[in-house]
């Protein structure tokens, strides 16, 4: 299914559901939904975002999702959802409020997106969390020179990684540099 221009600004502000469970080890943290995800109520699943390509990739898809085959874009299923859930995988973003681009958000929504993500974490308590996005995780956090990689700050005391944004504005990354980076949280979080 495509979607044209006027049926995506339909979900302009819609809110995506978070994938999580109790068994999360691994906690992706995006930035916001997109239109696409909004429309189709998964996370990254614009066809140009590399997020599932991705994880394909990187070694921690759930078992039985082949990569070439897997394809996010028309949403995931219940079971495909519960397989990511069962694999330790969890999704959530700092704000839920669908947009175009990431840059329409208010630097105060980040922050307020910086504080219920830390009450989140507080409860989930992950292994790790992996924050999508260098720039989101400066403004959420008051940390302007923050860079890739573990970060020295824990959140609500769970160590946390800031990996490339998977959105393909982002040029400087590609799928196979993304999954690498993925693969070392899947492995700081004990899931490979």
């Known amino acids: 299914m495509r979607f044209t221009r006027a049926q995506l600004q339909a979900f302009r502000n819609c809110t995506v559901d978070d994938i999580i469970g109790p068994g999360t080890r ?16 998964t996370p990254y699943a614009y066809p140009g975002n590399r997020f599932w390509p991705a ?9 039985g999702w082949t990569p070439g085959v897997f394809d996010a874009s028309q949403g995931l299923t219940a079971v495909q959802r519960g397989q990511f859930i069962a694999a330790g995988l969890g999704s959530t973003n700092f704000v839920n409020r669908a947009t175009a681009r990431a840059d329409e958000l ?15 974490v507080g409860e989930l308590r ?18 302007p020179k923050a860079r890739m990689g ?4 824990p959140l609500a005391g769970v160590p946390v990684w800031v990996l490339p944004n998977p959105s393909g504005l982002n040029a ?17 979080a004990g899931l490979l």
Do not use: C
């Open 26 to 41: 691994l906690l992706f943290v995006g930035v916001n939904p997109g239109l696409w995800t909004a429309a189709v109520n």
């Open 126 to 143: 992950p292994a790790v969390v992996a924050i999508l996005g260098v720039m989101a995780y400066r403004d959420a956090f008051g940390r």
């Open 150 to 153: 573990r970060q020295p700050e």
């Open 172 to 188: 400087h990354e590609t799928i196979d540099s993304i999954a690498a980076k993925m693969r070392a949280v899947g492995e700081a």
């Open 55 to 63: 994880l394909m990739r990187s070694g921690l898809a759930p078992d």
């Open 106 to 120: 208010s630097r105060d929504e980040l922050e307020a997106g910086g504080a219920r993500l830390q009450g989140l």
